[in-house]
């Protein structure tokens, strides 16, 4: 999950913390360093980080760092440019990168991330596409989409998850996803 990977690199890689407090400073040898780590950096996470960090800088010439995350071949390295995506504060640029994203990306998983990140950002289209993903085959689909409308959803998602939980019998951990969504929704209800 997105929370346990950020405890986990804060806690294993102690560079990663110190680099996103680090990412608001204008020195310029920091930004040297964080778009080298971003580029070329072998190990996936320390690549993901520094996407992450470089993005809280709001800095526009970003913007081509991200495109080629988004297509690199390791996950890790995508999961990190849409986590920057989300939290760059560009979204005019970020939203179509994010929709391609969350209708293109092989991993599943991080299609639905695309789709929450655009929830996130405010565009209706993440919420639609999470709603779709609640067909998919794969419970982890499933569930994660459940779990991001009950972070960005509207009052209106709640009868239709709670319609939902009945017919999601193949995994209790979907169910209690579909449960604790829906209670997060519930005090929108009118």
Same mark, same amino acid.
């Given at each position: /999950? ?7 690199? +804060?806690? #294993? ?6 680099? =996103?407090? *680090? ?7 920091? +930004?040297? !360093? ?5 580029? &070329?950096?072998? =190990? ?6 520094? *996407?992450?960090? $470089? ?13 080629? %995350? ?14 920057? *995506?989300?939290? &760059?504060?560009?979204?005019? $640029? /970020?939203?179509? #990168?994010? $929709?391609?994203? /969350? ?15 655009? %929830? ?6 993440? *919420?639609?596409?999470? +709603?779709?993903? #609640?067909?998919?085959?794969? &419970?982890?689909?499933?569930? $994660?989409? %459940?779990?991001?409308?009950? =972070?960005?959803?509207?009052? =209106? ?23 604790? %969504?829906?209670? !997060? ?6």
């Amino acid at each position: /999950s997105p929370i346990g990977y950020t405890l986990r690199n +804060r806690y #294993l890689n102690i560079g990663i913390p110190i680099a =996103e407090a *680090l990412s608001r400073d204008t020195d310029p040898n920091l +930004r040297t !360093k964080l778009v080298e780590l971003a580029r &070329w950096e072998k =190990e996936p996470e320390v690549r993901a980080a520094a *996407l992450v960090a $470089m993005a809280r800088t709001q800095d526009v010439r970003d913007l081509d760092i991200f495109r080629e %995350a988004l297509v690199h071949l390791n996950p890790a390295v995508r999961f990190g440019a849409i986590e920057a *995506l989300t939290a &760059w504060g560009q979204p005019q $640029m /970020s939203l179509p #990168l994010l $929709m391609a994203a /969350s209708e293109r990306d092989y991993e599943p998983i991080l299609r639905v991330y695309a789709a929450a990140g655009i %929830a996130k950002l405010g565009d209706t289209q993440g *919420l639609h596409r999470l +709603r779709a993903f #609640l067909d998919d085959q794969s &419970w982890l689909v499933r569930a $994660m989409a %459940a779990r991001y409308i009950g =972070e960005y959803g509207t009052a =209106e998602d709640y009868d239709f998850l709670v319609a939902r939980i009945g017919r999601e019998q193949s995994n209790d951990f979907t169910v209690a996803e579909f449960c604790i %969504a829906a209670l !997060k929704l519930f005090p929108k209800k009118p």
